[in-house]
């Protein structure tokens, strides 16, 4: 599998790790961390450093519970950072579900758009097709970082996740997006209970039916602290067992916060695997 972007054709035949660049002070691990441009940029060259393949910037956290902020906003906390992310040589996404800022981050030459709410907002659709080379990761949640928390109640979890994936990704084909350019994210920790979001992992593999890569999330989640009783800045152990889990469930995209300990990983599994 490939993934087209504005500039690169990643090769996913390898997983790729994406680090996570959060340039904000509230993000529920590193919150406040990277909220300068300055120590953001930092941080991008560092993960660039440490092996990230990718880059996702975001400017607004998605915790329960989080403040939205306006476009203005938003675009005032990443656009230095998306910038010079652009110059050190690897595919940059922006993490945002608004459309203002996918254009704007597109025009700018960003390669991928990463929207949690799976381009559904208005004019998601057309900042995208405008850009005819342009990335998208599409994850299933359900309401917004308010409410969330309170839509777990599924009859059939797997089913319910790939079928909203299935048609977001029928809608983007159906405006002229290619499906090389699409990839899907099941969306762990969103409007999922700690063990809905294990029960998933388990049967992540399911997912490849629908014909389009997989990125994952699982760095530092709730749910793994709920597993094993550690704070968040402890779960790194937890964190990569589920990395691993996922990409043998077929997972090409790790979206993490530990990135050098992420590539060992996956070149330890790689060599087993290869040797298999």
């Known amino acids: 599998m490939k993934w087209q972007t504005t500039r690169f054709l ?138 969330m928390q309170g839509l777990v109640d599924y009859a059939d979890l797997v089913g319910e996740v790939a079928s909203f994936l299935a048609e977001r990704a029928s809608v983007l084909r159906a405006v002229g997006i290619d499906a090389d350019r699409i990839v899907l994210d099941p969306g762990y920790g969103f409007a999922k209970t700690s063990e809905q979001n294990f029960q998933l992992l388990a049967r992540q593999s399911e997912l490849m039916g629908l014909g389009y890569p997989l990125l994952i999330g699982w760095s530092r989640k709730r749910a793994l602290g709920d597993l094993t009783g550690r704070p968040v800045e402890q779960r790194l152990a937890g964190s990569l067992a589920a990395a691993l889990a996922g990409v043998a469930r077929g997972a090409r995209v790790l979206r993490v916060h530990d990135v050098a300990a992420t590539v060992d990983a996956i070149k330890v599994w790689q060599a087993v695997s290869s040797r298999a």
Do not use: Y
């Not at 406040?32 to 990718?54: F, N, P, S, W």
């Not at 608004?98 to 390669?111: E, I, N, S, T, Y």
């Open 10 to 147: 990643i090769d996913l035949q390898r997983p790729q790790v994406m680090g996570i660049v959060n340039v904000t002070p509230d993000s529920f691990s590193d919150g406040g961390q990277h909220a300068q441009a300055r120590q953001a940029t930092l941080h991008c060259q560092r993960l660039v450093e440490e092996g990230a393949d990718i880059l996702d910037i975001g400017g607004e956290s998605s915790r329960p519970g989080a403040t939205r902020l306006g476009d203005a906003e938003e675009w005032s906390r990443v656009e230095a950072v998306l910038r010079e992310a652009l110059t050190l040589g690897v595919p940059v996404s922006i993490d945002t579900c608004k459309p203002g800022l996918m254009q704007r981050a597109l025009d700018l030459g960003v390669d991928i758009i990463n929207d949690i709410q799976a381009l559904q907002a208005e004019g998601a659709l057309s900042a995208v097709r405008a850009h005819p080379r342009a990335g998208v990761c599409l994850m299933h949640m359900r309401g917004d970082s308010g409410s």
